[in-house]
């Protein structure tokens, strides 16, 4: 007899996949029916009633009703250690949630934790310099002996050298964000890794939103960025070419109030401009993991008890190379101490079960930016003429920082010289 919980996957599943239905489409019809259980049962008269459901897409959904595609699928995954999880399930990542179109169904393997609430991705080009990767799998291994856990896309170059500086540290956590299905490893000379990430280990997890046995294609990377941007509290690009993907996944990161890291390269190599340009529009400069942990100060600390700036302890280089197969034997806390695991479990607990709604983009401001910012309202428009009168600045400091806060896309300009919170 099947499950109730496994009849609710497989509907999930099939109503996910039905012709002509998206994760919108889907959201849609499961807050009209209930469940995607009933939108499949309903009929096709009243399908067609539901604002831009078309005559095609009730076709797919009555196609779908009887497709044993599902069950198939569910059955090979189960079969090959990958658990599929739903939008609806509580385990499903919070932080996805948040962004507007959440993945309906996340194929997985390996171990997602709580504390994965707390990640960071780190993303660049797939032909890295020795710099570039040194780079990342420095900031790796920092991030993760802080306690973040390192998100990336598995692919050559810099993701891979962001799991593998991740694993270098001792319980370091990655995450690897596939573009294409589960059921291979693409690219193949990354299958080691992919074990050493998904394995009885349980340093991590691969997942990918796509169908098993979907072959790698170039359609499929945009949604693979949008994944790894949603999922983690910031990106951090480190090489990558003005066109590359990386920058697809830093705009995601923009998109859903994400922070936004870049870091600087040789100005003679074309793999720098992707870092430049995002520096040169507000993104952090990254030189070593405390830029990030700064940054991100007032977010983390909920979760980590991260050392004030003049107690801090930078990690020596050293400390974050290890030979080829052998990991790093400090201990995360030596960098900054663990993951007050009462502390996430008090915040995770909250009643959306979101992510902490702070602005991640707003947390480094300086004082007289942060006090516009705060005078600033999402609904209202604020005259800069009312801003200069209750700030107390002068006109043109009033104006200058309204730029600022403008490049930042914290604050939007209109007619008459009305400033919005964005």
Known sequence: MTSPDASRLCATLRLAHARNVGPVTWRKLVRVF????????????????????????????????????????????????????????????????????????LYVDGVLLPEDSLSIAIVGSRHCSHY????????????????FTVVSGLA????????????????????????????????PENKKLYERIAGESGRGAVLSELPLDTPPAAQHFPGRNRIIAGMTLGTVIVEGTQSSGSLITARYAIDMDREVFAVP??????????PHSLIKKGAKLVEDVEDILDELREV????????????????PE??????????????RS????????????????????????????????????????????????????????????????V?????????RRLCKQLPGKRYLKA
């Open 399 to 407: 104006l200058a920082t309204l730029l600022v806060l403008e490049v």
């Open 34 to 105: 209930g469940s995607a259980e009933a939108a499949l049962a309903a009929p096709r008269s009243r399908l067609l009633e539901i604002p831009d459901i078309t005559a095609r897409t009730a076709d797919g959904i009555a196609e779908a009703r009887n497709d044993p595609w599902a069950e198939q699928e569910i059955a090979r995954a189960t079969e090959r250690g990958v658990r599929l999880i739903a939008i609806e399930d509580p385990h499903y990542p919070r932080a996805l949630l948040s962004t507007y179109d959440p993945p309906i169904v």
């Open 300 to 315: 983390a600390e909920p979760l980590v008890k991260i050392r004030k700036p003049d107690a801090r302890m930078r990690v």
């Open 334 to 397: 030596m960098a900054t101490p663990l993951l007050d695991l009462q502390e996430s479990a008090n915040l995770k607990n909250a009643a959306d079960g979101r992510p902490p709604a702070t602005d991640l983009r707003a947390i480094n401001l300086n004082p007289r930016e942060k006090q516009i910012y705060a005078l600033l309202d999402q609904t209202t428009a604020r005259p800069v003429d009312e801003l200069i009168v209750q700030s107390g600045l002068q006109a043109h400091e």
């Open 265 to 274: 390269g040789s100005v003679d190599s074309p793999n720098s401009r992707g």
């Open 132 to 147: 570039g990767r040194a780079q990342a799998e420095k900031l790796a291994a920092g991030l993760a002996l802080a306690g």
């Open 318 to 331: 050293s400390r974050l190379q290890a030979p080829a197969g052998k990991e790093v034997s400090a201990h």
């Open 156 to 187: 050559r170059g810099i993701d891979s050298a962001a799991h593998v500086g991740a694993l270098s540290a001792e319980r370091g956590r990655t995450i690897a964000v596939m573009g294409n299905g589960i059921g291979q490893v693409y690219p």
